[in-house]
C-alpha cells in the first residue's frame, strides 16, 4: 500500500523571486495607467483651449450700415496669441491699409483727415493684428471703412477686390505655444497647419 505524497515547499528564494516579478509587474501597469491618464487629461486640457482664427470681411456692420469690415475672429474655445499677420493683393505683400488700398485702388491714395471722413461718412479706421490676443469668439477689426459721399468709387473698388484678389496668411499660438498658420484665399479657409514656431514674416502687416 503506497503512501500519500507529501507536498513539497517552493524554496524561498523562489517565492521571493515570484513576488518581486509580482511587484514589479504591478508597477509597470501602474506606471501605463498613469502615463495614458496624464496623456489623456494634457489632451484634455489642450483641446478646452485651442484656438481657431478665420480672417474674412464683410460690407454690411451690425447695425446695417454700408461698412467694409476686415477681421480676424477666433472660431475656437481657447485664445490665441497673434505671432504674425501677413496680407496680400494678387499675391503681392501689402505693409498696412494704406498700402493695400494703393494696390488694389487707388495709387495715389492718401488717409482723410478723421474730421473730413467722417462728416462725409467715408471714415476709416484701421489697426495692426500681429501681437494681439484675440479670446474665444471675440473679433478684432483691422480696416473699416464707411461708404461716404467722397469715397464711393474707392469703397467699391476696394468691396470688389475683398473676395477677388487679397489673401491672407496668419499665425498663432495657444496659451500652450501650440502654433498654427493659417492661409486665407477669399472665402476659403483653409485647415490650419501645425507649426512648431511661427514664421517672421517677410513684409508683415502692421497697419
Wanted: hydrophobic share 40%; net charge neutral.
Amino acid at each position: 500500500m503506497s503512501e500519500p505524497a507529501i507536498p513539497t515547499r517552493w524554496p524561498r528564494h523562489l517565492l521571493e523571486y515570484v513576488s518581486t516579478a509580482f511587484a514589479v509587474v504591478v508597477s509597470l501597469i501602474s506606471l501605463w495607467v498613469a502615463i495614458g491618464t496624464e496623456r489623456a487629461n494634457r489632451q484634455m486640457v489642450a483641446a478646452s483651449s485651442w484656438p481657431m482664427l478665420i480672417v474674412d470681411s464683410s460690407n454690411v456692420d451690425a447695425e446695417g450700415r454700408s461698412v467694409l469690415l476686415f477681421r480676424v475672429t477666433n472660431a475656437g474655445v481657447g485664445p490665441a496669441k497673434i505671432r504674425s499677420f501677413e496680407v496680400f493683393y494678387k499675391d503681392r505683400p501689402t505693409t498696412g491699409a494704406v498700402s493695400l488700398i494703393r494696390a488694389c485702388c487707388k495709387p495715389d491714395f492718401a488717409r482723410p483727415s478723421p474730421s473730413k471722413s467722417e462728416a462725409a461718412g467715408g471714415f476709416l479706421i484701421t489697426g495692426g493684428a500681429a501681437g494681439n490676443v484675440i479670446r474665444a469668439g471675440e473679433t478684432h477689426n483691422f480696416i473699416q471703412m464707411g461708404l461716404g459721399t467722397e469715397n464711393e468709387a474707392l469703397w467699391r473698388a476696394l468691396n470688389s477686390a475683398r473676395n477677388n484678389f487679397i489673401t491672407y496668411r496668419i499665425c498663432y499660438c495657444s496659451v500652450f505655444d501650440e502654433c498654427w498658420i493659417n492661409t486665407v484665399k477669399g472665402r476659403d479657409q483653409l485647415d490650419p497647419e501645425p507649426v512648431g514656431k511661427c514664421p517672421v514674416p517677410h513684409v508683415p502687416y502692421t497697419e
